[in-house]
Antibody, heavy 126, light 110 residues
Framework: EVQLVESGGGLVQPGGSLRLSCAAS????????MQWVRQAPGKGLEYVSA????????YYANSVKDRFTVSRDNSKSTLFLQMGSLRTDDMAVYFC???????????????????WGQGALVTVSS | QTVVTQEPSLTVSPGETVTLTCASG?????????PNWFQQKPGQAPRALIY???KKHSWTPARFSGSLLGGKAALTLSGVQPEDEAEYYC??????????FGGGTKLTVL
């Protein structure tokens, strides 16, 4: 059974940092690209970041570029999101999701997100 | 930033058929955008329903189907059930690592 479990959420002051983790199981983690998606309270879904299966290619939404860093440890089947210079508008539930068919800069015959974690809440407040 | 537009809300009666749409601010949606559809219930993570415009996941109920309709991606629910009440999101791929979610449609089943 595919499982994605986020952790590391919590309360942080504006300007602070936080690192989220996403522990994967039930599939060969190093064979898949991954994404982070967030959802502000009462709002819709927003793509945050993507990383290829090897960790050598990383991508970010403009809203988090230069502040967030995505990485992965394939030996531990874990995805990370290092968040810095946090702002109140970064407050959200952060989901990790598995990506199928996408490799850096292109899609194969199919391109989609299939499995999602349950999310980690990040609260930014003084 | 590209805008992807969905109906903010729709109301349907049980047993009826409803179609949700997903429009791109850049023009007509085609299969090259690999439209994905997700269902999200309150307090839960999104659940994937449809990918690559029309394809279903193994867990997707048969009453859900995807298509292209009038230059938009579309999600049709045939014979709506009370448990289909949820928020529905589309996701379009614009190339590179450019993915954009629609704003979501809140589907109410009354």
């Amino acid at each position: 059974e595919v499982q994605l479990v986020e952790s590391g959420g919590g309360l942080v002051q504006p300007g602070g940092s936080l690192r989220l983790s996403c522990a994967a199981s039930g599939f060969t983690f190093n064979g898949y690209s991954m994404q982070w998606v967030r959802q502000a309270p009462g709002k819709g879904l927003e793509y945050v970041s993507a990383i290829d299966s090897t960790g050598s290619a990383t991508y970010y939404a403009n809203s988090v570029k230069d502040r967030f860093t995505v990485s992965r440890d394939n030996s531990k089947s874990t995805l990370f999101l290092q968040m810095g210079s946090l702002r109140t508008d970064d407050m959200a539930v952060y989901f990790c999701a598995r990506v199928r068919g996408w490799s850096p800069a292109s899609c194969a015959a199919d391109c989609y997100l299939d499995y999602w974690g349950q999310g980690a809440l990040v609260t930014v407040s003084s | 930033q590209t805008v992807v537009t969905q109906e903010p809300s729709l109301t349907v009666s049980p047993g009826e058929t409803v179609t949700l749409t997903c429009a791109s601010g850049t023009g007509a949606v085609t299969s090259a955008y690999y439209p994905n559809w997700f269902q999200q219930k309150p307090g839960q993570a999104p659940r994937a329903l449809i990918y690559s415009t029309t394809k279903k996941h193994s867990w997707t109920p048969a009453r859900f189907s995807g298509s292209l309709l009038g230059g938009k991606a579309a999600l049709t629910l045939s014979g709506v059930q009370p448990e289909d009440e949820a928020e529905y999101y589309c996701l379009l791929y614009y190339g590179g690592a450019d993915w954009v979610f629609g704003g979501g449609t809140k589907l109410t089943v009354l």
